[in-house]
């Protein structure tokens, strides 16, 4: 496992990777419009920013409305990520995908559930 990407949550993704890269001088090297959401990878050399803006109703506006904007979840590396949501089974953590689902950017994802992981959403990426 290694660190994938921090996710954060916006109401105007563009507008936040122009903050940052000024801030941080850190590049833009994705951006995509997936599954209801503007999303933009910003890379900070051992991982990424992904900023989720969303474009219709979904789970990224309920959870600004919800609580405004910030950390969505953070995402974890896998190179097996069926091994890894066997390890979570085994350790009884929640499980929000089942199964592995396509993902932003072609990957492969799945959540576990925050009540059983400190509190934090964890994503599982595969690439």
Do not use: K
Not at 114 to 123: A, W
């Amino acid at each position: 496992m290694h660190f994938e990407h921090a996710g954060i949550a916006t109401e105007n993704a563009r507008e936040l990777a122009d903050l940052y890269t000024d801030l941080f001088g850190i590049e833009n090297v994705h951006e995509e419009e997936f599954d209801g959401m503007r999303i933009i990878f910003l890379d900070c050399g051992n991982g990424y920013f992904e900023l989720l803006e969303p474009l219709e109703d979904g789970t990224i506006a309920q959870y600004l409305e919800q609580n405004g904007p910030g950390i969505h979840h953070l995402a974890l590396r896998t190179n097996d990520i069926e091994g890894a949501l066997e390890t979570a089974r085994e350790h009884d953590v929640r499980l929000i995908d089942e199964e592995p689902r396509p993902g932003a950017w072609g990957h492969t994802v799945a959540f576990l559930h925050p009540s059983d992981t400190g509190g934090i959403l964890l994503e599982l990426v595969e690439h």
